[in-house]
Nanobody, 116 residues
Framework: QVQFVESGGGLVQPGGTLRLSCAASGFDFSDAVMNWYRQDPGKERDFVASVSRTGGGTSYDNSVKGRFTIFRDNAKNMVYLQMSRLEPEDTAMYYC?????????WGQGTQVTVSS
């Protein structure tokens, strides 16, 4: 059974930092590209960042480029999102998944709220 368990969200002031974690299980993690997404209520789930199978390649949405860093630990089946210089516009529920959601499975997400 494929599972994604996101954690690390919370309430943070503008300009602050957070690190999100995602524990993945039930598939060959080291053979999968991993993405982070975010979603506001009533809106589409948007791509945030991607990391290659080995971790050597990353890509980001323009809105977070230079502020967020995605990385992974294949020994622990974990993917992370280090977020800095957070802005109110970053407020959303954050999810991790394999691109295209091939297993038809989403985790519960972790809520990030950026507010003073």
């Amino acid at each position: 059974q494929v599972q994604f368990v996101e954690s690390g969200g919370g309430l943070v002031q503008p300009g602050g930092t957070l690190r999100l974690s995602c524990a993945a299980s039930g598939f060959d993690f080291s053979d999968a590209v991993m993405n982070w997404y975010r979603q506001d209520p009533g809106k589409e789930r948007d791509f945030v960042a991607s990391v290659s199978r080995t971790g050597g390649g990353t890509s980001y949405d323009n809105s977070v480029k230079g502020r967020f860093t995605i990385f992974r630990d294949n020994a622990k089946n974990m993917v992370y999102l280090q977020m800095s210089r957070l802005e109110p516009e970053d407020t959303a529920m954050y999810y991790c998944n394999v691109p295209g959601n091939p297993f038809n499975s989403w985790g519960q997400g972790t809520q990030v709220t950026v507010s003073s």
